[in-house]
């Protein structure tokens, strides 16, 4: 039987460790790429029990080289790419006025131009698998606010080279897509709003219903809930589908 691997960036944690856990249902073999070797070999001993092999990669994928040894460690290890996951980026949620060139420079060079140098590195070996590449964005794309400007602009950003590399994979036989969750619930977004509740002297539930009732949306997202959006975009399922910016939001973003 045929083995087929998929890559998955920003798999140590949140939602791209729900995501590689997710893909072992149907990917017989998952590479898993981030900064912290420990998180990442929790999360392998994860994909395993879920019936898949696994393969940490621990670098960071800001610098450039970084692409082409995740490709080069794949391919000796299985022959193949058959998807990959670009979720790498935390991108941090500071002012307009606050952020600082390094910053704005640290969330391209990992969110933009870390996942832009892998899937360039990954074509051809997607190509000759027929293979799918998902980029992961966010509601901020459409909905940028000044107190989060680096967010809403780079996710724009993500949003645009999906297309772009979608428009290519048309004619190569890639298919790309960008997904874009709304309000999950990680560890990332709770230590965001326990620093809320701390300069609003509030407690924390007060903080989470805050904004939702600002968000105008009910309950908070699952890691495992855009994981399973991501594991249909990367499925034969989804082949004819390319260039799509897929919301799972809970109702937040209302626009056509």
């Known amino acids: 039987m045929t083995k087929t691997v998929a890559i998955v960036t920003g798999a140590s944690q949140g939602i791209g460790r729900a995501t590689a856990v997710r893909l072992a249902q149907d990917f017989s073999a998952l590479v898993l790429v981030a900064r912290n070797r420990t998180k990442l070999e929790e999360a ?12 940490v990669i621990d670098l960071d994928l800001a610098e450039p ?32 006025f606050q952020m600082t060139d390094e910053q704005w420079h640290a969330g391209l060079e990992l969110k933009l131009h ?15 698998s027929r293979g799918a590449v998902v980029f992961m964005s966010g509601n901020a794309a ?29 004619v190569d036989d890639v298919q790309v897509n960008s997904v874009s969750p709304g309000a999950v619930m990680t560890d990332r977004r709770t230590a965001m709003l326990e620093k809320a509740a701390e300069a609003k ?7 989470k219903q805050g904004f939702l009732n600002q968000a105008g949306i009910t309950r908070f997202g699952t890691a495992e809930e855009i994981a399973d959006v991501v594991a249909f975009a990367v499925s034969p399922a989804a082949h004819w589908m390319t260039g799509t910016v897929l919301r799972m939001d809970g109702g937040e973003v209302r626009s056509v």
């Open 114 to 128: 870390g996942a832009r140098r892998l899937t360039v590195q990954a074509w051809d070996a997607l190509k000759a």
């Open 201 to 207: 002297k509030i407690d924390i539930a007060e903080a």
């Open 65 to 96: 080289t970084a692409a082409a040894t995740v490709v080069q460690q794949t391919l000796s290890a299985f022959g193949r790419i058959d998807a990959l996951v670009n979720i790498a980026g935390a991108v941090p949620g500071l002012d307009i």
């Open 142 to 170: 459409v909905t940028p606010k000044a107190a989060a400007a680096a967010v809403g602009a780079i996710n724009a950003c993500i949003e645009a080279l999906a297309k772009a590399f979608a428009e290519r994979g048309i």
């Open 44 to 55: 392998a001993s994860a994909v395993r029990e879920a019936g898949s092999e696994a393969l």
